[in-house]
């Protein structure tokens, strides 16, 4: 009796929650441009002052601010890219336009420029400084230096250096680059001037308002690197040599600059003897310290002789482009990344001290890192491998070099999954496919870290739900190191693990496994290597997490779809923070301030930021994003847990019509890609040109279902229909929507499950299929045109095929939806391509158009010329939403079909639109 009451009273629950949703309106397309979109926030270093983007679908886009001293928020038209000061003083932020300032702009053929707005906190005093384009706050403190736009043809700008505190201003002109020290008011900048005369390299200092020229000559200086914690400063000095068709630099650097008189010690490869043969310092990468100091890593790259340029021919030149079997990237790859390998360099260590150089590469096309501890630096090599490179087994050897004596020796071969070394530079980790590794850099000692808890599968590290094929299986998530390197955190599918260097076993820190909640370590240091283009990223140690102190983890609940923090604590007690039947994410600390911020949302709750202490107790709600949601009738997202046809136990999310009545069956729209649940409590923005938005589709009066899809190997359309239909048939069984019409929608991968579901299922009366895969004989041989040839995607990536396809013909035609495109059970059919499709190419979705036609088949193509994979003209996706909001409509609803649905638009029609809306 007390069952069937709390059953009575659950309805009458929902009952009352439809009737109350009954009453208020449903969005129109008028309504769309409004909602809000919350977009990168920043907690100010005192945790005091909170800001945050918010974009709109009408892109009335503005910044806000709010300080925890008051209980007001500053909306700031237009505003983007915020940061505070270091001591939490100021905010500073670009202003761009309206988008109808914008727009009349670039109609007038005029650049759209943005300004500068810098603001006291406490006064609410902005500076805004017009025609600007960037800033940075010195990390010392009590300056920003702001970038004005290059005058037209030139590549230089002037720049502005405010000080915060007496409000007065210093200008730079034909300034290059520009960077603070992170230790004093230090402002360094080059100088380049038509002709050369008064280019040179010259460092401000703040604090007496002096400007000092460093060096000062014809050359370009460029590269500028201050050494971390410390007034040294490096950077190249051009040197062209007529012989050559490159530009070598000579490195210029000053110990410190505390001198008035400091001088710079020079390397220059024409006047140094020890200088390597055939090579030069380059540009490309901007140089980089050693911890001490004492040594400073520089580019290197092979010279380029004139003599050995080609020359110019006296008969007109093909552009005939030569693709090879050999070719390890596809000629379309290496077009993509030119600029990139024009500008790889190899390192090279320059010991001041000893006036030693050492190269420590061999390649510059290989990974090359100096392990933290200035030891040792390793190098990749793939050249073993060319098939694995080619074809989606990507493994390699690696190499490691001694800073000092450039000794090299190799330490592993045919490794799959590599990852960073500890903080120490000691020992580099891999992952076998079953068990962690350690090598010893320096003796080359190798300890397996997990043999004795993987024996008899006690414990399992393997990612079980990446369901690529592979013949070496992947890891969950990359190691993380504490600070002193004791011990390598790693993940189990729920938990957290501290392993033993010397491979006596290890520890589980956590116990996700028994309720299923997942525990990660979280980092807030991001995440690089040595150099690259722009310099170092976060060393290992700055990587590496502090045991001393608590540690966040992340919480999520794998079939709950709960998720919050939890600490990790010195003790190694879990303290747990936060769990909630929510989406709890993007975490954030002060820098200086035992504080915190998270974003709340869930489908029917719009994000917001939460700020709060370290704890996260008593958190309070900073942000106020879509008040009106309140207004609107909205959806509710249910979480289904339902089997696969082959018995694996899946979930899907069902979201409701907004206005839901019980009384009354709905049309279903059915949304596929890959794992789609931990999306749960995601709030879906709605906007006119996102255009598989669930939220307007329920808003339009759809249920929106959106399966799990779990796949095997050589099934990536059997796995589909597997997953999808019984998903579709729990919810028929539950009487909620009308089986007569069901449509389906897919992008990409998904485009290609629209394809095989409207083919092979008899449940769908209608699909929408973008740029997808449609001829698995086809495309298997075809280009991702804007990187690499398909196979590699095709085996072992997305498509999961395993092997070539005249390896398993079988499966080819049981995977295929054109194959049986003559029998298909769908009536209707929708397909969309981009012009310039640089991912899918745009013939696979005109293949299924031409097969589907000759077939008979009610079937309409899209075609949206200059466009790629996805919509990128705002108008284009607009009216690709409303397109599919007419299709649904009229096949799954019974509204009036407009013209383009049922006769097309013929060539001499569609000229006329555009003709006049020129």
């Given at each position: 009796?007390?069952?069937?009451l709390?059953?009575l009273?659950?309805?009458?629950?929902?009952?009352?929650?439809?009737?109350s949703?009954?009453?208020?309106?449903?969005?129109?397309?008028?309504d769309?441009?409004?909602w809000?979109?919350l977009?990168?926030?920043?907690?100010?270093?005192?945790?005091?002052?909170?800001?945050?983007?918010?974009?709109?679908?009408?892109?009335?886009n503005?910044?806000?601010?709010?300080?925890?001293?008051?209980d007001?928020?500053?909306?700031?038209?237009?505003?983007?890219?915020?940061?505070?000061?270091p001591?939490?003083?100021w905010?500073?932020?670009?202003?761009?336009?309206s988008?109808?300032?914008?727009d009349?702009?670039?109609?007038?053929?005029?650049?759209?420029?943005t300004?500068?707005?810098?603001?006291?906190?406490?006064?609410g005093?902005?500076?805004?400084?017009?025609?600007?384009?960037?800033?940075?706050f010195?990390?010392?403190?009590?300056?920003?230096?702001v970038?004005?736009?290059a005058?037209?043809?030139?590549?230089?700008?002037?720049?502005?250096?405010?000080?915060?505190?007496?409000?007065?201003?210093?200008?730079?002109?034909?300034?290059?680059?520009?960077?603070w020290?992170?230790?004093?008011?230090?402002?360094?900048?080059?100088?380049?001037?038509?002709?050369?005369?008064?280019?040179?390299?010259?460092?401000?200092?703040?604090a007496?308002?002096?400007?000092?020229?460093?060096?000062?000559?014809?050359?370009?200086?460029?590269?500028?690197?201050?050494?971390?914690?410390?007034?040294?400063?490096?950077?190249l000095r051009s040197?062209?040599?007529?012989?050559?068709?490159?530009?070598?630099?000579?490195?210029?650097?000053?110990?410190s600059?505390?001198?008035a008189?400091?001088?710079?010690?020079?390397?220059?490869?024409?006047?140094?003897?020890?200088?390597?043969?055939?090579?030069?310092?380059?540009?490309?990468?901007?140089?980089?310290?050693?911890?001490?100091?004492?040594?400073?890593?520089?580019g290197?790259?092979?010279?380029?002789?004139?003599?050995?340029?080609?020359?110019?021919?006296?008969?007109?030149?093909?552009d005939?482009?030569?693709?090879?079997?050999?070719?390890?990237?596809?000629?379309?790859?290496?077009?993509?990344?030119?600029?990139?390998?024009?500008?790889a360099?190899m390192?090279?260590?320059?010991?001041?001290r000893?006036?030693?150089?050492?190269?420590?590469?061999?390649?510059?096309?290989?990974?090359?890192?100096?392990?933290?501890?200035?030891?040792?630096?390793?190098?990749t090599?793939?050249?073993?491998?060319p098939?694995?490179?080619?074809?989606?087994?990507?493994?390699?050897?690696?190499?490691?070099?001694?800073?000092?004596?450039g000794?090299?020796?190799?330490?592993?071969t045919?490794?799959?999954?590599?990852?960073?070394?500890?903080p120490?530079?000691?020992?580099?980790?891999?992952?076998?496919?079953?068990?962690y590794?350690?090598?010893d850099?320096?003796?080359?000692?190798?300890?397996?870290?997990?043999?004795?808890?993987?024996?008899g599968g006690?414990?399992?590290?393997?990612?079980?739900?990446?369901?690529?094929?592979?013949?070496v299986?992947?890891?969950?998530?990359?190691?993380?190191?504490?600070?002193?390197?004791?011990v390598?955190y790693?993940?189990?599918?729920?938990?957290?693990?501290?392993?033993?260097?010397?491979?006596?076993?290890?520890?589980?820190?956590?116990?996700?496994?028994?309720?299923?909640?997942?525990h990660?370590?979280?980092?807030?240091?991001?995440?690089?290597?040595?150099?690259g283009f722009?310099?170092?990223?976060?060393?290992?140690a700055?990587?590496?997490?502090?045991?001393?102190k608590?540690?966040?983890?992340?919480?999520?609940?794998?079939?709950?779809?709960?998720?919050?923090?939890?600490?990790?604590?010195?003790?190694?007690?879990?303290?747990?923070?936060?769990?909630?039947?929510?989406?709890?994410?993007?975490?954030?600390?002060?820098?200086?301030?035992?504080?915190?911020?998270f974003?709340?949302?869930r489908?029917d709750?719009?994000?917001?930021?939460?700020?709060?202490g370290?704890?996260?107790?008593?958190?309070?709600k900073?942000?106020?994003?879509?008040?009106?949601?309140?207004?609107?009738?909205?959806t509710?997202?249910?979480?289904?847990?339902?089997k696969?046809?082959?018995?694996?136990?899946?979930?899907?999310?069902?979201?409701?019509?907004?206005?839901?009545?019980?009384?009354?069956?709905?049309?279903?729209?059915?949304?596929?890609?890959?794992?789609?649940s931990?999306?749960?409590?995601?709030?879906?923005?709605?906007?006119?040109?996102?255009?598989?938005?669930?939220?307007?589709?329920?808003?339009?009066?759809?249920f929106?279902?959106?399966?799990?899809?779990?796949?095997?190997?050589?099934?990536?359309?059997?796995?589909?229909l597997?997953?999808?239909?019984?998903?579709?048939?729990t919810?028929?069984?539950r009487g909620?929507?009308?089986?007569?019409?069901?449509?389906?929608?897919?992008?990409s991968?998904?485009?290609?499950?629209?394809?095989?579901?409207?083919?092979?299922?008899?449940?769908?009366?209608?699909?929408?299929?973008?740029?997808?895969?449609?001829?698995?004989?086809?495309?298997?041989?075809?280009?991702?045109?804007?990187?690499?040839?398909?196979?590699?995607?095709?085996?072992?990536?997305?498509?999961?095929?395993?092997v070539?396809?005249?390896?398993?013909?079988g499966?080819?035609?049981?995977?295929?939806?054109?194959?049986?495109?003559?029998?298909?059970?769908?009536?209707?059919?929708?397909?969309?391509v981009g012009?310039?499709?640089g991912?899918?190419d745009?013939?696979?979705?005109?293949?299924?158009w031409?097969?589907?036609r000759?077939a008979g088949?009610?079937?309409?193509m899209?075609?949206?010329?200059?466009?790629?994979?996805?919509?990128?003209?705002?108008e284009n996706?607009?009216?690709?939403?409303?397109r599919i909001?007419?299709?649904?409509?009229?096949?799954l609803?019974?509204?009036?079909?407009?013209?383009?649905?049922?006769d097309?638009?013929?060539?001499?029609?569609?000229?006329?639109?555009?003709?006049?809306?020129?």
């Amino acid at each position: 009796m007390l069952r069937r009451l709390s059953a009575l009273v659950v309805f009458a629950a929902i009952a009352a929650s439809a009737l109350s949703a009954q009453t208020k309106p449903t969005l129109t397309p008028k309504d769309l441009g409004r909602w809000e979109t919350l977009g990168l926030s920043r907690l100010s270093p005192d945790g005091t002052w909170l800001a945050y983007a918010i974009t709109r679908g009408n892109e009335e886009n503005e910044l806000r601010v709010r300080g925890a001293a008051r209980d007001s928020t500053i909306a700031l038209a237009y505003g983007q890219g915020a940061a505070f000061s270091p001591d939490s003083r100021w905010l500073a932020y670009v202003v761009g336009v309206s988008p109808k300032e914008r727009d009349r702009l670039l109609k007038d053929k005029k650049p759209v420029h943005t300004a500068v707005a810098v603001r006291n906190l406490a006064t609410g005093e902005t500076t805004l400084i017009p025609e600007a384009s960037t800033f940075a706050f010195s990390p010392a403190g009590g300056f920003a230096s702001v970038v004005k736009y290059a005058a037209d043809g030139k590549k230089t700008s002037d720049v502005l250096v405010l000080d915060l505190a007496k409000g007065t201003r210093f200008s730079f002109s034909n300034v290059a680059e520009h960077a603070w020290s992170d230790v004093k008011p230090l402002f360094a900048f080059t100088v380049t001037v038509d002709g050369g005369a008064g280019n040179g390299v010259s460092v401000f200092d703040g604090a007496s308002g002096a400007v000092r020229v460093l060096d000062a000559s014809t050359s370009v200086y460029r590269a500028l690197s201050w050494r971390p914690k410390s007034d040294g400063l490096a950077v190249l000095r051009s040197r062209a040599e007529k012989d050559f068709a490159d530009t070598a630099h000579v490195a210029l650097v000053w110990a410190s600059l505390a001198a008035a008189d400091a001088a710079p010690v020079q390397l220059d490869a024409s006047t140094n003897k020890a200088f390597p043969a055939g090579v030069r310092v380059a540009d490309y990468r901007r140089p980089a310290w050693s911890a001490d100091g004492s040594t400073l890593y520089l580019g290197v790259r092979k010279r380029e002789p004139v003599a050995d340029a080609p020359k110019k021919s006296d008969d007109k030149v093909s552009d005939v482009e030569i693709w090879h079997a050999n070719d390890i990237r596809a000629i379309p790859e290496q077009r993509s990344s030119e600029q990139r390998d024009l500008r790889a360099t190899m390192i090279m260590a320059w010991s001041m001290r000893a006036g030693r150089l050492t190269v420590l590469g061999t390649d510059p096309m290989e990974s090359a890192t100096v392990l933290d501890g200035d030891a040792f630096a390793t190098e990749t090599d793939r050249k073993p491998y060319p098939w694995g490179q080619k074809f989606g087994r990507p493994d390699e050897d690696l190499y490691a070099t001694e800073v000092a004596t450039g000794a090299r020796k190799q330490l592993l071969t045919k490794v799959r999954h590599l990852f960073a070394a500890d903080p120490t530079g000691k020992r580099v980790p891999w992952f076998d496919g079953r068990d962690y590794w350690v090598i010893d850099v320096a003796s080359g000692a190798r300890i397996n870290l997990t043999a004795k808890l993987t024996a008899g599968g006690k414990v399992d590290f393997v990612d079980r739900d990446a369901d690529y094929p592979a013949d070496v299986l992947p890891n969950i998530g990359a190691p993380v190191w504490p600070k002193d390197a004791s011990v390598m955190y790693v993940y189990s599918e729920y938990d957290i693990w501290a392993l033993a260097l010397d491979g006596s076993g290890g520890k589980r820190l956590t116990d996700g496994a028994r309720d299923g909640v997942v525990h990660r370590l979280v980092s807030f240091a991001g995440f690089g290597g040595f150099g690259g283009f722009g310099g170092p990223g976060p060393s290992a140690a700055e990587r590496a997490v502090d045991r001393t102190k608590p540690v966040y983890v992340s919480l999520f609940g794998k079939r709950t779809k709960q998720s919050g923090y939890a600490r990790l604590m010195p003790s190694g007690e879990v303290q747990r923070l936060l769990l909630a039947d929510a989406s709890i994410g993007s975490l954030a600390k002060a820098d200086s301030a035992e504080r915190a911020a998270f974003v709340r949302q869930r489908a029917d709750e719009s994000p917001n930021v939460f700020v709060g202490g370290a704890d996260l107790a008593g958190a309070v709600k900073w942000s106020n994003t879509n008040p009106f949601l309140k207004d609107y009738a909205w959806t509710k997202a249910e979480l289904i847990s339902y089997k696969s046809t082959i018995g694996r136990p899946l979930q899907a999310i069902l979201y409701y019509p907004a206005g839901y009545d019980p009384a009354k069956k709905y049309p279903m729209i059915v949304y596929t890609y890959e794992l789609l649940s931990q999306g749960f409590n995601r709030f879906i923005v709605p906007r006119e040109n996102d255009y598989y938005n669930a939220s307007v589709f329920t808003q339009n009066g759809y249920f929106v279902l959106m399966p799990d899809i779990v796949f095997r190997p050589r099934e990536p359309g059997v796995a589909v229909l597997h997953s999808v239909e019984p998903a579709v048939r729990t919810v028929i069984a539950r009487g909620l929507v009308d089986p007569a019409n069901i449509g389906h929608c897919g992008h990409s991968q998904g485009g290609y499950e629209a394809y095989y579901l409207a083919t092979h299922s008899p449940l769908f009366k209608t699909a929408v299929a973008g740029s997808g895969i449609s001829d698995m004989v086809s495309f298997a041989g075809q280009m991702h045109w804007s990187s690499i040839p398909e196979f590699a995607h095709w085996e072992t990536g997305q498509f999961r095929m395993e092997v070539a396809p005249w390896e398993d013909m079988g499966a080819m035609m049981k995977n295929d939806p054109l194959s049986r495109v003559n029998v298909m059970p769908a009536k209707s059919l929708l397909v969309e391509v981009g012009g310039e499709d640089g991912t899918v190419d745009n013939r696979q979705g005109v293949e299924f158009w031409n097969y589907a036609r000759r077939a008979g088949k009610d079937v309409v193509m899209l075609y949206y010329p200059g466009e790629g994979h996805g919509l990128s003209k705002r108008e284009n996706a607009i009216d690709y939403e409303r397109r599919i909001l007419q299709w649904f409509g009229h096949f799954l609803k019974g509204e009036a079909a407009p013209k383009w649905i049922t006769d097309g638009q013929s060539w001499v029609e569609r000229k006329a639109v555009l003709d006049a809306n020129k």
